[in-house]
Nanobody
Framework: QVQLVESGGGLVQAGGSLRLSCAASGRTIGNYAMGWFRQAPGKEREFVAAIDRSGRNTYYTDSVKGRFTIYRDNAKNTVYLQMNSLKPEDTAIYYC???????????????????WGQGTQVTVSS
């Protein structure tokens, strides 16, 4: 079983940047595909970015392409989401997720992930 703890959220002005971290414990994440999702008030949780277990393959939802970067440091058992050029519509609770995976694939569906963190709030003011 893997436990995930997100950090790095906060309040930022539009155009600013934040880096979210997802620290894993209980298992080494080298065998896990990882993803970031977000949930805005009154909306369903949605996919943001995903990375395969090697870190070589990534995938983003269209609205964050070119602004967000997902990457991982397996030695530190941590996955990151660098968010630049933030917009008010990026405001949400951001969740980290993990899936044990023997392939080098990225996973973009919520139901593909077995482990979730508690979330970290990101608020972007206009």
């Amino acid at each position: 079983q893997v436990q995930l703890v997100e950090s790095g959220g906060g309040l930022v002005q539009a155009g600013g940047s934040l880096r979210l971290s997802c620290a894993a414990s209980g298992r080494t994440i080298g065998n896990y595909a990882m993803g970031w999702f977000r949930q805005a008030p009154g909306k369903e949780r949605e996919f943001v970015a995903a990375i395969d277990r090697s870190g070589r393959n990534t995938y983003y939802t269209d609205s964050v392409k070119g602004r967000f970067t997902i990457y991982r440091d397996n030695a530190k058992n941590t996955v990151y989401l660098q968010m630049n050029s933030l917009k008010p519509e990026d405001t949400a609770i951001y969740y980290c997720a993990a899936r044990w995976d023997q392939t080098m694939g990225v996973r973009i569906r919520l139901d593909e992930y077995a482990y979730w963190g508690q979330g970290t709030q990101v608020t972007v003011s206009s």
